[in-house]
């Protein structure tokens, strides 16, 4: 059984930062990406970043130069640093994790979602 566990939503105003956290527990063998999506009403689930083993990484467009994410291995957890935040980020902000839970078994993961809204 594997969990995904967000924090760090909130509002905030135009300009600021929020830090967002996903820490992944349970039965994993190895974890091959982490990565943030989000999603507003009436709108399709989106990427926002991702990073893999290996540290690389990708970005929407419209959040590069301002959102960074980075891990660290030994937590099993991802974050996204979100500076800059402007009202059209507001959305529920998904965690995502492609793990092997054993040698042979690869899954993908979604944490619960965390609200971010950024008022103008």
């Known amino acids: 059984q594997v969990q995904l566990v967000e924090s760090g939503g909130g509002l905030v105003q135009a300009g600021g930062s929020l830090r967002l956290s996903c820490a992944a527990s349970g039965s994993i063998f190895r974890v091959n990406a982490m990565g943030w999506y989000r999603q507003v009403p009436g709108k399709q689930r989106e990427l926002v970043a991702v990073?893999?083993?290996?540290?690389?990484?990708n970005y929407a467009d419209s959040v590069k130069g301002r959102f960074t994410i980075s891990r660290d291995n030994a937590k099993n957890t991802v974050y996204l640093q979100m500076n800059s935040l402007k009202p059209e980020d507001t959305a529920v902000y998904y965690c995502?994790?492609?793990?092997?839970?054993?040698?042979?078994?690869?899954?993908?993961?979604w944490g619960q979602g965390t609200q971010v809204t950024v008022s103008s």
């Open positions: 995502n994790a492609n793990l092997d839970i054993v040698i042979t078994t690869r899954k993908n993961y």
């Open positions: 990073i893999r083993s290996g540290d690389s990484t």
